[in-house]
């Protein structure tokens, strides 16, 4: 059994930032990936950032430059540092934790931009 707990989420003007975590805890013998991702009302899920154990990094193009993913492999932890926030930020962030062929995702936080 897995578990993940994102927290930070929470409204904030645009323009601001906000930096959300994700604490992994249980049974799993590696961490092959952490990332995050991102849904919207009426939209589908999409990825926002991850980062492989050796550092390596994906992140939506659109994001490049204002979110930063990190990790603390030794805590596993995953953080997302969010800058210059738009309201089209607006969504659920869900953390993911990702070995061999198996998933886990966290219930997610919200993050609210207002105009």
């Known amino acids: 059994q897995v578990q993940l707990v994102e927290s930070g989420g929470g409204l904030v003007q645009a323009g601001g930032s906000l930096r959300l975590s994700c604490v992994a805890s249980g049974s799993f013998f590696r961490v092959d990936t952490m990332g995050w991702y991102r849904q919207a009302p009426g939209k589908q899920r999409e990825l926002v950032a991850r980062m492989a154990r050796n550092g390596n990094t994906n992140y939506a193009d659109s994001l490049k430059g204002r979110f930063t993913i990190s990790r603390d492999n030794a805590k596993n932890t995953a953080y997302l540092q969010m800058n210059s926030l738009k309201p089209e930020d607006t969504a659920v962030y869900y953390c993911?934790?990702?070995?061999?062929?198996?998933?886990?995702w966290g219930q997610g936080t919200q993050v609210t931009v207002s105009s």
């Open positions: 993911q934790l990702a070995y061999g062929s198996l998933a886990y």
